[in-house]
């Protein structure tokens, strides 16, 4: 076992209330972001998180540090939350891509047709945004942050997860592919449509406002 | 080669950001933006959108069900 993995396991076998409190508060926002990829409301999701730790502890002498302690309890998490949706008959399509996912994330109607002297080419530039918008701390950034929130519950659900885990948790695209089972182009899919969304969503709000 | 319209420049936005656009397609995806000022606002605005998106607060475990865990923890390991 490498380094701070090995550290982290010794101190969890050795009873270090410590160092359970901080994995469990670091680890529980994107487990609880990906269970709820597998069953059906939060609830369940916040229970297979809660049943995924208690076999972390229990099974924790057995971990032989093959993998990463992380990578090895979000294994746990997908089981259990994957075992928990086959009972709640949850399906989400995670290896396909739907016929409405395929088209174009952004409205065509915003871009020249055929017919126009520059076909494919922006009707009108997308209006400039106030530069508040990115400047953290700001009024606008808070606005715009709890807009962008609200995007996030509209999203279909394999686009949020994706774009939750990608961008608002930081997990690379290897991780997300590897924990959902979803190759690389369908997670770009999902994750190009859902980020063309955020976009589009503080666009209106900075417009409207 | 073709130029890339602005439609088609928005739809390969992410595979840029992402690094997977190959050479050819990188260069003329560059190209584009460096003639296109609303091509290149948008991809502005979507890197801010990524800022904005890192600061957006996400769902944990409650309070309680936290403390039940570190209880469990208490009782089985020690
Ligand atoms: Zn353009």
């Known amino acids: ?209 | 080669m073709a130029d890339l319209p602005c439609r088609q420049v928005v739809e390969v936005i992410t595979s840029y950001l992402e690094g997977s656009l190959g050479w050819r397609e990188r260069r003329r995806f560059e190209k584009h933006l460096r003639g296109c000022d609303a091509c290149s606002r948008y991809l502005e605005q979507m890197r801010a959108t990524l800022d904005v998106l890192g600061t957006v607060p996400v769902d944990t475990l409650s309070p309680e069900a936290q403390s039940t865990l570190l209880e469990a923890f208490r009782d089985l390991r020690h």
């Open chain 1, 1 to 209: 076992m490498a380094g701070d993995a090995g550290e982290l396991v010794a101190a969890l076998r050795a009873g270090d209330e410590a160092a359970f409190a901080r994995i469990v508060q670091d680890w529980s926002r994107p487990m609880l972001t990906l269970a709820r990829g597998f069953v059906s409301t939060q609830a369940s999701a916040e229970e297979v998180v809660q049943e995924t730790w208690l076999a972390v502890l229990k099974g924790i002498d057995r971990f032989e540090g093959r993998s990463s302690l992380r990578t090895w309890v979000f294994r746990i998490l997908v089981n259990t939350a994957k075992s928990r949706g086959v009972k709640e008959h949850r399906t989400l399509p995670w290896s396909s891509i739907a016929g409405d996912e395929a088209g174009p994330g952004l409205d065509p109607a915003l871009f020249q047709s055929a017919g126009e002297p520059y076909p494919g080419h922006w009707r009108a530039a997308p209006s400039a945004w106030p530069e508040e918008v990115a400047v953290e701390g700001s009024v606008l950034a808070g606005e715009v942050r709890r807009e962008l929130a609200s995007v996030l519950e509209t999203l279909p659900d394999r686009q949020r997860i994706v774009l939750t885990l990608r961008d608002v948790l930081g997990h690379s695209s290897e991780e997300v592919c590897e924990l959902l089972g979803i190759s690389q182009a369908n997670q770009r899919v999902l994750l190009h449509r859902a980020r063309t969304a955020a976009r589009a969503g503080i666009a209106a709000y900075v417009e409207g406002s």
